[in-house]
């Protein structure tokens, strides 16, 4: 795990402090509500690095998003009913709690995208007819090995994400660095759930890898080329522009460039899923995960500590 120099600080402080427990991890964790109030006014379109097509990019997937997570919900809850393990049930509920969350306040920073001239219908109408012609009619076993599959690629970005904090920090805009860090920190946070149920309920590794090509299809190349159409949609005459052309060019590289892009550097991370005794916590987190409760939650000057309004750890039951 890549440290940079900030977080390494902090890490070593949370490490001495009495109540880091590593053994904690993978156990409840609660559901966060929270409320932005997004301004379309106040929202930056080059919020990513101010590269045109990467910050499309992270529009595009807050939309498609949506419709994984709903996808995640209902297969969460198909498949609750069947699990013994009182923990597991537990933290699934969790899952569902804080999917249920990240995808309406998306559709909240969703709606403001589409009054700051995004093109959130055209992006609905495609996740929407992928969703719903598709994905959603899969049989359970298969949609469950497609959640697993959205969470790892959640995992992923989350670990880059939270690596990189500083990324958040080049815009302006509070309330899109807000729901990123929430939604990053709880990816990181739920990122065994859905795998733990896959491995309980069926533990087969060719439908495991079968649910993981759709997810990288639609998460690196389906969200990519939708996002290419919104310079244009913006402002047609980008078409003809020099800058346009070096933004995609930068762009691309923040995405998909094997030395610091998102998907690029990430690789390994990827492609371990295909390893047959993978599981999300052999890319241990913690660490990441005490830091970023801490940045964002804190009562003095936590990230999140604005927006957010209450929180519930579902019950225990034997
Ligand atoms: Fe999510
Ligand atoms: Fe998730």
Do not use: C
Not at 194 to 205: G, I, K, R
């Amino acid at each position: 795990m890549l440290l940079t120099q900030p977080i390494k600080k902090t890490v070593s402080r949370l490490l001495s402090a009495p109540f880091f427990d590593p053994e904690k991890q993978s156990k409840s964790i609660p559901i966060r509500h929270m409320k932005f109030d997004f301004d379309p006014k106040q929202i930056d379109p080059k919020f990513y690095l101010n590269a045109e097509l990467a910050s499309a990019y992270f529009a595009s997937l807050s939309i498609f998003l949506t419709y994984g997570e709903d996808l995640v919900i209902d297969t969460a809850r198909y498949h609750r009913d069947f699990i013994d393990d009182p923990l597991l049930k537990q933290r699934v509920t969790s899952l569902i709690g804080q999917e249920a969350l990240h995808s309406k306040l998306h559709e909240e920073l969703n709606d403001a995208f589409l009054q700051a001239d995004l093109p959130v219908k055209l992006f609905r109408f495609l996740a929407h007819h992928v969703f719903e012609y598709g994905f959603n009619r899969l049989p359970q076993p298969m949609k469950l090995s497609l959640m697993a599959g959205i969470e790892h690629f959640t995992a992923v970005l989350a670990e880059y994400m939270m690596n990189h904090e500083e990324i958040f920090f080049k815009s302006q805009d509070e309330k899109q660095r807000a729901i990123w860090m929430w939604h990053m920190l709880e990816e990181s946070e739920h990122k065994d759930i859905a795998y733990d149920v896959f491995q309980s309920l069926s533990n087969n590794y060719a439908l495991r890898i079968a649910g993981f090509f759709p997810a990288l299809i639609t998460i690196l190349g389906l969200i990519s080329a939708a996002s290419l159409i919104v310079p244009f949609y913006r402002k047609p005459s980008n078409l003809i522009s020099l800058t346009y052309y070096k933004d995609m060019v930068r762009s691309v590289g923040l995405i998909f460039g094997l030395k610091n892009g998102v998907y690029g550097s990430s690789i390994g991370h990827i492609f371990d899923y295909l390893r047959p005794s993978f599981h999300p916590n052999d890319h241990d987190t913690s660490i990441f995960l005490e830091y970023y409760k801490e940045r964002l939650l804190n009562p003095v000057d936590g990230i999140l500590t604005p927006y957010f309004t209450k929180e519930f750890t579902p019950a225990l039951k034997a």
